[in-house]
């Protein structure tokens, strides 16, 4: 079972905080744990996510997608959950948690601002004082979702450090908390940062890939070949590989955003031209330049655009279990374009990475192939605009 | 010997500097190296710049950007050390983050800062309890990895981190990041304690810009660290060496005076 008691996959992981985040990084792990094996702590999840989430999201069969490519493909909806997007999955586990552990401020850091919109949802409906970080550039990218979290209730804090991305959004939340770490809980949206974050978003994340498994069973007697997902931080697809990890037959695919190409400097795709580094609290791989300085990154969606990756996915990578493709930006976008005309389902740019990966594909007669829609493109319609022009065809 | 044994010296109060490499520019640092040893400190703490420094406030965060933007590497600012340690006898260590040392290669950092003058590291974001190999490899090089203590430690790992720091053990001093408070009285109480277990020096740091601070903190602390005050300092000089100069040497008087 991993991670090991240390919070390592392998050599990737651990707890590398700031010695003031030490005991409450502690005292969360001792309590996620007694909450793991706590029935009421399960049977109150459960209850958010069915009554409030709407789980479980259906395994959508996509037929004209499908003719396409010629194999099956199937979507994991989770672009249905509350909110738009699979990361209330995660918040509404850490809240819980929160609660336990008598916390009373909620702070969070976001890129698209999925996770962001995700943590002041859960924070109004447990009335918890929320503030959220985010980097001006997503600021102005995203601005539908700064709307949706201030009018939760929740304080959008600009990050004008750094790149004003994520990973500045990420330090400022970090210092936020070192202030503030009596009265404070933080909300991490990936399977990053300190143990045991990645095991925990991982665990929240994987009801994803259990349910997907029970359906694909259901509707077609036998696992899929093969499960692919986007990869940033790497939460929806740790989310649906994971229960898949025993199933050797299944093959899984995480895609990673390749910008505007990896040559050209401009791209997300950590795992693919990265090295290993420490980010964050963990161990991973991490786009760096020579000295060992984090790089900016670019991806058309916010949500990859992240110079570090889960310490998990590090793992998976290395042993080979999980394969980590790429997608471009311009890819991205027709497999964006072309779900929302073929099935009627606009997907987030996030997620059509992982669409945009069916193009590569190589299908045997009959594969059965499901694809995590980990989002809803609603967010992306400036984006979308910006690129196409607004007469798209 | 570790240049930083001197620091056991019991019959005055300690006062260290940070200043960071490259911030303006390589020779501000090089004056100041020289001016901080002139004036008396007790230990020089050089920054190396990290591109996401989260333990650091505004003023070391932007100085850290000024000092990436120059060039500032950990191989230049070994260059650096080098030619100052010609003359300089004061110890010296580098502050910096981990995924530096990493990228560099973690004994080739060790030895390469020893080859070039300096005494060991302060590492914020490395905990005493990861990275065995690094600590074992500093162990034996003699070099020193001074460890942080929070007061949000439980007894049990303060006592732990205290035993595994060597030349010092670094406190710190409030919750939240470098960089000044307006009332700066900190977490004394947990000081007290830790200077009960600690058979080796406790310096202070953290939120201390003022003489004033420093000498309440003293009275608790076997030294204090300034950081942001002075790198403010440094800033306000801008390319003007001959105030470098002068500045630094009135800064560091300003602090002596009431430690």
Known sequence: ?393 | MNRMDSLKDKTKKHLVIYTMAGDPEMKATETAIYSLADAGVSLIEIGIPFSDPVADGPTIQRAGEIAIAGGTTIANTMELVKKVRKTVETPMVFMLYYNLILSYGTEKFIDDAIKCGIDGAIIPDLPFDEEEGFYEYAKKSGFYIIYLVSPTNTPSRMKKIVEKSSGFVYYILQKGVTGARKKSSGELKELRVIKKIAKKPVFAGFGISTPEQASVVANYADGVIIGSSFVSLVEKCGSDMAKLKVETGKFVKSFLKRL
Request: aromatic share 8%; charged share 25%; glycine share 12%.
């Open chain 1, 1 to 393: 079972m991993l991670p090991d008691k240390k919070g390592f996959f392998g050599k990737y992981g651990g707890k590398y905080a700031p010695e003031t985040l030490r005991a409450v990084v502690d005292e969360l792990e001792a309590c996620y744990l007694r909450a793991k094996k706590d029935p009421s702590f399960k049977k109150e999840l459960d209850y958010y996510l069915e009554y409030y989430v709407g789980r479980p999201t259906p395994l959508y069969r996509a037929d004209r997608l499908s003719k396409r490519y010629g194999a099956k493909i199937y979507l994991k909806r989770e672009d249905l959950c509350h909110t738009g997007a699979h990361k209330i999955n995660n918040t509404m586990g850490q809240i819980l948690l929160a609660r336990r552990m008598g916390k009373k401020r909620i702070i969070a850091e976001t890129g698209a601002g999925q996770h962001g919109v995700a943590t002041a949802t859960v924070a109004a409906m447990f009335g918890l004082k929320c503030a959220v970080y985010m980097g001006e550039e997503d600021i102005r990218r995203q601005s539908l979702n700064v709307f949706r979290m201030r009018l939760l209730g929740t304080e959008v804090i600009p990050v004008t450090s750094g790149t004003k991305t994520l990973k500045d959004a990420m330090n400022e939340a970090t210092r936020d908390w070192l202030k503030n770490v009596d009265t404070t809980f933080y909300i991490i949206g990936s399977v990053a940062g300190y143990h045991p974050y990645p095991m925990m978003v991982r665990d929240f994340q994987s009801i994803i890939g259990r349910e997907a498994r029970k359906q694909i069973l259901a509707a077609e007697g036998r696992l899929p070949d093969n499960v692919i997902a986007c990869v940033g931080g790497g939460s929806n697809a740790m989310g649906i590989f994971y229960p898949f990890l025993n199933d050797k037959s299944v093959k899984l695919t995480g895609v990673e955003a390749a910008g505007l190409g990896i040559k050209s400097g401009k791209h997300s795709a950590t795992l693919n031209a990265g090295r290993v580094g420490v980010l964050h609290g963990a161990k991973s791989i991490v786009l760096q330049d020579k000295e060992g300085q984090i790089m900016g990154t670019h991806s058309i969606s916010a949500g990859l655009d992240y110079p570090g990756v889960g310490p998990e996915h590090a793992y998976l990578k290395e042993i080979g279990r999980v394969k980590y493709g790429m997608a471009l930006d311009r890819e991205a976008l027709a497999a964006c374009i072309l779900l929302s005309k073929l099935e009627g389902i606009i997907p987030a740019l996030e997620s059509s990475h992982a669409l945009a990966y069916l193009e590569k594909m190589e299908y045997r007669r009959g594969s059965i192939v499901i694809v995590n829609i980990s989002g809803r493109g609603d967010k992306d319609m400036g984006t979308i605009m910006e690129y196409t022009g607004e007469n798209i065809k």
